[in-house]
């Protein structure tokens, strides 16, 4: 069975890699599908495991390579995905769980219409303010910046399949993972299962 594409996104200050990084230290054969971006890394961030940290001039190579499966520009930075590691997952049975942007995350979905689009946000406006406010490195005017793309994205909500609230990292981790589950278990993913039982259930058939 191919694996399944699950793109989660939300705000700035949300939550997602912490929720994403419970969920594959939970559940097997899920891996976390790494972007790159031209942003500066952040304290504690590992180039090629939180992100693949490129200039702007890299990225821009990527795009014209057609070597990503979406890009966008946020916040004075690119963001983009590479598309290969991706296909070889799912032709493996893995899944793979992503944190893109509401633009990038759109653009797949055209693209790929099998993926599963997931919107994951604190539980108010507010809660990201104070969230974004505990790190420390942004400005004011970062702030006002960032908290309106927030209401943008909150518009754009409606586009996702499933809407998860991260209000307990662990609740928020076991809410995604049952949607995991239940995606996985859809009619058109495993009725070949049927049609092989249909197949062999006949009188002739030794093992039926």
């Known amino acids: 069975m191919s694996g399944k594409l699950f793109v989660i996104s939300g705000p ?10 419970r969920v594959i230290t939970l559940r097997d054969r ?16 590992i180039d090629g495991k939180n992100y693949y940290f490129v200039s702007r001039e890299d ?6 390579q057609d070597a990503l499966l979406e890009h966008a520009e946020y916040v004075g930075n690119y ?22 942007e509401v633009v990038g995350a759109l653009k797949i979905k055209k693209r790929m219409p099998e ?3 997931v919107f994951l946000t604190a539980p108010s406006l507010q809660e990201i303010r104070r ?3 505990s790190r420390g490195d942004v400005s004011e005017e970062k702030m006002t910046e960032r ?18 609230i991260n209000d307990d990292v662990d609740r928020a981790a076991a809410e995604l993972m049952a949607i995991m589950s239940a995606e996985k278990s859809k009619m058109m993913d495993r009725f070949h299962l049927l049609k092989e039982e249909l197949s062999c259930f006949t009188p002739q058939c030794p093992n039926c």
């Open 59 to 64: 990225f821009e190579k990527l795009i014209a």
């Open 131 to 133: 969230r974004l406010e």
């Open 115 to 117: 993926a599963v689009l």
């Open 30 to 45: 899920v891996r976390y599908s790494v972007s790159a971006t031209s942003r500066p890394i952040r304290p504690g961030e």
């Open 12 to 21: 700035s200050g949300a939550g997602k890699n912490t929720v994403l990084n």
């Open 79 to 100: 963001y983009g995905t590479p598309i290969e590691p991706i296909r070889r997952s799912l032709a493996e049975g893995v899944d793979i769980v992503m944190d893109v």
């Open 147 to 164: 908290l309106a793309r927030a209401r943008w994205e909150y518009e754009q909500a409606y586009q996702y399949e499933y809407l998860v």
